[in-house]
């Protein structure tokens, strides 16, 4: 890591060098607004589109997956993809990634870590999010599998964010800090903790219902099998 304490830039460590930075010229307030309106509209459009939901909570769990399919697949590619030119470039999700940047520094600075989960997550679970849509809407037999596996992967991503900046002391951010570590790097990170986790429960269970009643049936057709067997010979 190269550092140069003549660089003024908001991110931590503080004599971290970022080469090209180009400070926002769109405030906080803005970026803030417009990204929870953005993140509103698609939890609603996706609740719209989860009207055939068998539950409340099922219509809920689609249009959480509508949320991350859209996050994944916007904001999270977007990163993917330019994450080199973040520091310098001023435009709206380039300077959303330098407000987040203010909580961990990894995000403007190309960190091959962050880069990896990200650009994972965008390319693989975003797509996923939405095949998972569809599928609960379809009673596709593949849904909860496929929900275990995206879950698991949001959950690995985010433990695997977490783990590393701790091992790393919390060096890229005010650690401590009410907004920029409680509210946007532990809150904001924690629902995709909670939520997945809560998700592979609930479809380990119903897999296991599943894999229950077809060992029974299973059970019953051989015994069934068995004496029919049985009565043949006897004749």
């Not at 470039?89 to 190309?110: N, T």
């Not at 029919?228 to 004749?235: E, G």
């Given at each position: 890591?190269?550092?140069?304490?003549?660089?003024?830039?908001?991110?931590?460590?503080?004599?971290?060098?970022?080469?090209?930075?180009?400070?926002?010229?769109?405030?906080?307030?803005?970026?803030?607004?417009?990204?929870?309106?953005?993140?509103?509209?698609?939890?609603?459009?996706?609740?719209?589109?989860?009207?055939?939901?068998r539950?409340?909570?099922?219509?809920?769990?689609?249009?959480?997956?509508?949320?991350?399919?859209?996050?994944?697949?916007?904001?999270?590619?977007?990163?993917?993809?330019?994450?080199?030119t973040?520091?310098?470039?001023?435009?709206?999700?380039?300077?959303?990634?330098?407000?987040?940047?203010?909580?961990?520094?990894?995000?403007?600075?190309?960190?091959?870590?962050?880069?990896?989960?990200?650009?994972?997550?965008?390319?693989?679970?975003g797509?996923?999010?939405?095949?998972?849509?569809y599928?609960?809407?379809?009673?596709?037999?593949?849904r909860h599998?496929?929900?275990?596996?995206?879950?698991?992967?949001?959950?690995?991503?985010?433990?695997?964010?977490?783990?590393?900046e701790?091992?790393?002391?919390?060096?890229?951010?005010?650690?401590?800090?009410?907004?920029?570590?409680?509210?946007?790097?532990?809150?904001?990170?924690?629902?995709?903790?909670?939520i997945?986790?809560?998700?592979?429960?609930?479809?380990?269970?119903?897999?296991?219902?599943?894999?229950?009643?077809?060992?029974?049936?299973?059970?019953?057709?051989?015994?069934?099998?068995g004496?029919?067997?049985?009565?043949?010979?006897?004749?």
């Open positions: 890591m190269v550092k140069n304490s003549s660089i003024i830039h908001p991110f931590y460590p503080r004599d971290l060098n970022i080469p090209g930075y180009v400070p926002n010229d769109i405030e906080v307030s803005t970026i803030l607004t417009v990204s929870f309106s953005g993140f509103g509209l698609a939890f609603l459009l996706s609740w719209l589109v989860a009207r055939r939901a539950s409340v909570g099922e219509r809920l769990m689609i249009a959480w997956f509508g949320l991350s399919g859209t996050i994944h697949c916007s904001i999270e590619l977007y990163f993917s993809i330019f994450h080199r973040v520091a310098e470039d001023s435009s709206f999700l380039s300077q959303l990634w330098k407000e987040w940047g203010k909580a961990d520094s990894r995000y403007v600075i190309s960190d091959s870590c962050i880069v990896s989960i990200e650009s994972i997550t965008a390319w693989t679970e797509p996923a999010c939405f095949l998972i849509m599928a609960f809407l379809n009673n596709s037999a593949y599998p496929l929900r275990i596996i995206v879950s698991l992967g949001q959950l690995y991503g985010t433990i695997a964010y977490f783990m590393v701790w091992l790393d002391g919390f060096t890229h951010g005010p650690f401590g800090d009410p907004f920029y570590f409680w509210f946007y790097f532990i809150s904001m990170n924690s629902f995709w903790i909670v997945p986790t809560l998700l592979i429960i609930q479809s380990w269970k119903e897999l296991s219902k599943a894999q229950t009643i077809k060992d029974e049936n299973d059970m019953k057709e051989k015994e069934s099998s004496r029919n067997r049985r009565t043949k010979k006897t004749r």
